[in-house]
């Protein structure tokens, strides 16, 4: 830090004689030394320190010159001779480039006669470029300072570049679909828990208080994370805990929220847009329990949960479509069984199953939830069935199961929109729209 420190005041200082060497170019008008001191000691130094900035932009001026292709130089006829003999002086003296001898010329023209000779003599070594000037001490004082302003650059930038733009996120979309596959994990994949956490982190929005939500990424504190709801996500965190430690600059609330892209794209769902640029906040910052919603209710609760975040009927409707995905677990929930045959794969099948099938109560000591009749594999919950019961639900409903492009669309519009609320994102912040993996 307190190097980084030194080598960005150091640069300053090279900045401020350079631009003081830019001035005195242009208009004649030259710094006196003598206006701050009386000391010749004191004098001289000022002048060293002011010849940095002439070499620096003698530096700058030669490369400039000798480099065609980036820059060109048109002089106006109005432009004073002297003017131009003085920026060309001041590039040779800079450079102590022998006078009247364009330097690049006179190298290009040895060049040329060093291969004539060769060609005609049958040498088959291949011939260097030679050296236009020779290194003087005055290049070993530009180096430095060249090495000290990247230097200092690096430093500088560095502190002042906010961390989520340090962080590479195709890099960690690859690494986040590279934890979603585990044989010994539930149905083998990560994927549905990920879903899940990214859903939890930010469905605690309450857009009257404009608190909650996936900003601050509070649901890894204990206080957020020991909600009742909460129960079987550690899994979640646990797995993507590596992450945060492989990419310190990225904050939980990016990290976890991203999963939940990654997992809804890898396992076949559709493009959903993403934003970095969240931060994280403390436990004082955990919501209180109850903001999300309870299984064992109907269709006046999940609204009732879902407008406070700024939802309406449709949007909710597309988001619980994600029951596609996973299952319950009687050590989380409490309640059983994935809600269709494919619960790895992002589908539609959440509505044709609540559409096509018979549901019954399931018979046995746990919650009250619903089994189909057919072959009592799969499940939903009483806040699932409120979806097939309540007619401006059931709407929806229809037509995602009809049309799984429809479902696809309004998904992703409506898990953009759920992992962005309350969200204050810096204006820079890009959005991605990542790329699956094949
Ligand atoms: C009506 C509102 C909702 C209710 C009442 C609800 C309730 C539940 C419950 C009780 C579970 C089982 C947890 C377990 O035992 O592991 C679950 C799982 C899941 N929920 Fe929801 N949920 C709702 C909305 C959503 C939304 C909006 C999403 C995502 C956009 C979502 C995604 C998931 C996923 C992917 C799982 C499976 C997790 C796993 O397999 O580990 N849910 N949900």
Redesign the pocket.
């Given at each position: 830090m307190a190097l980084g420190r030194l080598i960005h005041i150091g640069v300053d200082l090279v900045l401020v004689s350079t631009a003081l060497a830019g001035i005195r170019q242009a208009t004649g008008l030259k710094f006196r030394p003598e206006s701050l001191t009386d000391s010749k000691n004191l004098q001289s130094y000022i002048d060293s320190y002011l010849a940095i900035g002439e070499k620096t932009v003698g530096l700058a001026t030669y490369q400039m010159t000798n480099n065609p292709n980036y820059f060109s130089r048109k002089i106006s006829p109005n432009m004073s001779l002297s003017l131009r003999l003085a920026s060309r002086n001041l590039t040779r003296s800079s450079l102590r480039v022998p006078a009247r001898i364009p330097a690049r010329t006179f190298a290009t023209q040895r060049y040329q006669q060093q291969q004539q000779q060769h060609q005609s003599s049958g040498n088959s070594k291949q011939f260097k470029m030679p050296r236009t000037t020779k290194a003087g001490p005055g290049a070993g004082v530009l180096g430095a300072i060249a090495l000290g302003a990247v230097a200092g650059w690096y430093f500088y930038s560095n502190e002042t570049t906010p961390s989520w733009k340090k962080v590479n996120y195709n890099s960690v979309y690859k690494d986040i679909a590279g934890l979603l596959e585990d044989e010994d994990y539930?149905d083998g994949s990560y994927g549905?828990?990920f879903?899940?956490l990214a859903?939890h982190a930010s469905?605690t929005y309450d857009k009257k208080t404009r608190t909650g939500g996936s900003d601050g990424g509070t649901i890894r504190h204990p206080a957020e994370a020991g909600h009742g709801a909460n129960?079987?996500l550690e899994h979640a965190r646990d797995r993507l805990e590596p992450l945060k430690k492989q990419y310190p600059n990225i904050s939980y609330a990016d990290l976890y929220t991203l999963a939940g892209v990654v997992a809804v794209q890898e396992l076949g769902g559709p493009t959903v847009r993403w934003r970095p640029g969240r931060e994280d906040k403390t436990e004082a910052d955990c919501t209180p329990d109850g903001r999300l919603?309870?299984?064992s209710q109907g269709a006046d609760h999940?609204r009732d949960?879902f407008y406070r975040m700024g939802f309406n009927d449709q949007e909710?409707a597309a988001?619980?479509g994600?029951?596609a995905?996973?299952?319950?677990?009687t050590s989380?929930?409490g309640?059983e069984g994935p809600w269709n045959a494919s619960?790895t794969s992002f589908t539609n099948f959440f509505y044709t199953e609540l559409l096509n099938n018979t549901w019954v109560p399931k018979k046995w000591n746990g919650p009250f939830q619903y089994v189909d009749k057919q072959s009592g594999q799969f499940m939903m919950?009483p806040?699932?069935m409120a979806f097939k019961k309540d007619s401006e639900f059931r709407k929806y409903v229809e037509k995602y199961a009809a049309d799984q492009d429809a479902f696809f669309e309004d998904f992703a519009k409506a898990?953009a929109k759920?992992l962005e609320l309350g969200v204050k994102f810096p204006e820079d912040a890009p959005v991605y729209e990542f790329k699956t993996l094949e």
């Open positions: 539930d549905p828990v879903v899940r859903w469905g129960n079987g919603p309870d299984a999940v949960i909710i988001l619980v994600a029951h995905l996973g299952r319950c677990h989380r929930s309640f619960p919950l806040a699932d898990f759920l």
